[in-house]
């Protein structure tokens, strides 16, 4: 028997739309093409994670001039959430509206930040979110507390703190979903890239996926590739969904369909099919941060963090500071340890490699992306090509020169950069983009297909803009909207 609703994608989008769902009654089945990460992985080996991308599957995309990479994307139970930083922080209320920024305009959401923030609140308790509502300069408002006070800085970190704040920003505790001690019980290393075993992240498979699979009308079928969707040429309803498990050709025929499988993905499922693409908007607007890693080094600081990812700084990230554009926001990455250093740069030898972690702050910025019609996805035979198009480089270098002359007052003499390349689209977004107009976007404001009334798209594809911070939260928040949405249609 069919289910009433199919779920594309146990990552982010899907785990929170089930998790919403499930209580509805409503008989859901999530196809994931992934299978859970095992307990006995190499869950905390740099070396198998960072060079032998032990965890990415084998498949290759094309760049924008046609050469072939392996992306960093990663295909198991709870999507990339899996290997996430584990930053749940929300979009601004001013990042609903429209931005202007130095190389162009963010347009304004179908939607206003108040439309999401019950939904925001719900997301939050789902994936027990550490923070503190009141040290953010931008924080938008919330109706309470974060469900647990923030996770707490290392003692280097205490130092690096007090430095940015005597420099005079004001860092604030990045929010977060990890149970540190949890974490660390398992192993001694950051969470920011590493896979969790469940053990402390709470990311789509821990929080999302457990809370829906409670339910006995929740299944998962794992190893399930969806290929193609069908619909009906006269009603547009979708009919059914097809999916390939152990070489075998399967279908399913629901009520609902929601494809979550991630920006490039679903809109790659959808090319595929031909389905949902009258405006032309399927694969447009591609948008992937504009992100530099940030090393500021000082041989009077002594950096013997384990963790590192506590806090951000977004004092430019609504204007420059000065009256001028936004620029983005400054989180600390994961610690970037000896072993780390030396996978990203080979040559550098061992004792530098360590010297250099010993005495470093490792940050992570972030810059808008802004919805270009020409960055795309598209399929060429049959293989996805990423024409990725930066946009929005000025505010990025400004957000770079920035950082790097706090940190010199902050007593760093030495500060490098490197700007992340377009082979990681860890925070790919807006393929399938929602909006108030169906001849420039594929969905409405409810995350439905103007052209297909019972297909949804509820992932990173829906995000009309990338915003400055981290997505992973914004995308769990519209997926219980979503999940709402379809919960009353299914009661009708
Ligand atoms: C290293 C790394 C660090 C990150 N850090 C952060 C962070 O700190 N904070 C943050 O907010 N975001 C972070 N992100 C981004 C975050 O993980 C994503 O924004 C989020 O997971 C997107 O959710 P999604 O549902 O769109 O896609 P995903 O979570 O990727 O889920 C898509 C799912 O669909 C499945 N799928 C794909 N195609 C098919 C198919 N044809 N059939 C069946 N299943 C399919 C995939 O296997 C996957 O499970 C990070 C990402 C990476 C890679």
């Given at each position: 028997m069919s289910p009433d609703v199919v779920i594309i994608g146990s990552g982010m989008g899907g785990a929170s739309l089930a998790a919403g769902l499930a209580p509805s009654g409503a008989r859901i089945t999530i196809l994931e093409?992934?299978?859970?990460?095992?307990?006995?992985?190499?869950?905390?080996?740099?070396?198998?994670?960072?060079?032998?991308?032990?965890?990415?599957?084998?498949?290759?995309?094309?760049?924008?001039?046609?050469?072939?990479?392996?992306?960093?994307?990663?295909?198991?139970?709870?999507?990339?959430?899996?290997?996430?930083?584990?930053?749940?922080?929300?979009?601004?209320?001013?990042?609903?509206?429209?931005?202007?920024?130095?190389?162009?305009?963010?347009?304004?959401?179908?939607?206003?930040?108040?439309?999401?923030?019950?939904?925001?609140?719900?997301?939050?308790h789902l994936y027990n979110v550490r923070g503190d509502v009141t040290s953010d300069v931008c924080e938008p408002p919330h109706d309470g507390p974060y469900p647990f006070p923030p996770v707490p800085d290392e003692p280097a970190l205490k130092v690096a703190r007090q430095r940015l704040e005597d420099a005079g920003v004001q860092p604030f505790s990045l929010p977060l979903g990890v149970d540190i001690e949890r974490w660390l019980a398992a192993g001694q290393t950051g969470w920011d890239g590493y896979p969790d075993q469940r053990c402390g992240k709470m990311d789509a498979e821990t929080c999302g996926l457990a809370a829906a699979l409670q339910h006995d009308n929740v299944d998962l079928i794992t190893s399930a590739e969806v290929q193609t969707l069908q619909a009906d040429p006269k009603t547009r309803r979708i009919t059914s969904v097809t999916y390939k498990k152990g070489g075998e050709e399967h279908q399913l025929k629901p009520a609902v369909v929601v494809v979550c499988a991630g920006a490039v993905q679903s809109a790659a499922l959808l090319l595929r099919s031909g389905l949902a693409n009258s405006s032309d908007y399927v694969g447009r607007c591609f948008m992937n941060h504009n992100a530099t890693a940030?090393?500021?080094?000082?041989?009077?600081?002594?950096?013997?963090?384990?963790?590192?990812?506590?806090?951000?700084?977004?004092?430019?990230?609504?204007?420059?500071?000065?009256?001028?554009?936004?620029?983005?926001?400054?989180?600390?990455?994961?610690?970037?340890?000896?072993?780390?250093?030396?996978?990203?740069?080979?040559?550098?030898?061992?004792?530098?490699?360590?010297?250099?972690?010993?005495?470093?702050?490792?940050?992570?910025?972030?810059?808008?992306?802004?919805?270009?019609?020409?960055?795309?996805?598209?399929?060429?035979?049959?293989?996805?090509?990423?024409?990725?198009?930066?946009?929005?480089?000025?505010?990025?270098?400004?957000?770079?020169?920035?950082?790097?002359?706090?940190?010199?007052?902050?007593?760093?003499?030495?500060?490098?950069?490197?700007?992340?390349?377009?082979?990681?689209?860890?925070?790919?977004?807006?393929?399938?983009?929602?909006?108030?107009?169906?001849?420039?976007?594929?969905?409405?404001?409810?995350?439905?297909?103007?052209?297909?009334?019972?297909?949804?798209?509820?992932?990173?594809?829906?995000?009309?803009?990338?915003?400055?911070?981290?997505?992973?939260?914004?995308?769990?928040?519209?997926?219980?909207?979503?999940?709402?949405?379809?919960?009353?249609?299914?009661?009708?």
């Open positions: 093409r992934g299978t859970q990460i095992p307990d006995d992985a190499p869950a905390r080996d740099p070396w198998r994670i960072y060079t032998n991308s032990a965890f990415r599957s084998k498949e290759t995309w094309l760049d924008g001039t046609g050469t072939e990479f392996e992306p960093g994307n990663y295909y198991n139970v709870g999507g990339n959430s899996k290997l996430y930083g584990a930053v749940l922080i929300r979009y601004r209320e001013e990042d609903f509206g429209e931005l202007e920024h130095e190389d162009g305009i963010s347009p304004a959401w179908p939607i206003s930040y108040k439309d999401l923030a019950t939904w925001y609140e719900k997301a939050e940030v090393i500021a080094i000082d041989p009077r600081f002594h950096n013997d963090s384990i963790y590192q990812k506590t806090f951000g700084i977004n004092d430019w990230y609504l204007s420059d500071g000065n009256g001028g554009k936004p620029l983005g926001n400054v989180q600390l990455l994961g610690r970037v340890t000896p072993d780390i250093l030396k996978i990203q740069v080979p040559q550098l030898p061992k004792f530098l490699a360590k010297w250099l972690s010993d005495h470093a702050l490792d940050l992570y910025l972030i810059s808008e992306d802004l919805p270009d019609p020409e960055s795309r996805v598209v399929l060429k035979n049959g293989q996805i090509q990423l024409r990725w198009q930066r946009s929005n480089m000025t505010a990025h270098q400004k957000l770079v020169s920035k950082t790097k002359r706090t940190l010199r007052k902050a007593g760093f003499p030495i500060v490098l950069s490197r700007l992340f390349d377009g082979r990681v689209p860890s925070h790919q977004c807006g393929t399938v983009r929602m909006g108030g107009d169906p001849k420039t976007s594929v969905l409405d404001p409810d995350c439905r297909s103007w052209d297909h009334p019972n297909l949804y798209v509820s992932d990173a594809a829906a995000l009309p803009t990338s915003a400055a911070v981290n997505p992973a939260l914004t995308v769990a928040a519209l997926a219980l909207r979503t999940a709402d949405t379809i919960r009353k249609e299914l009661a009708q």
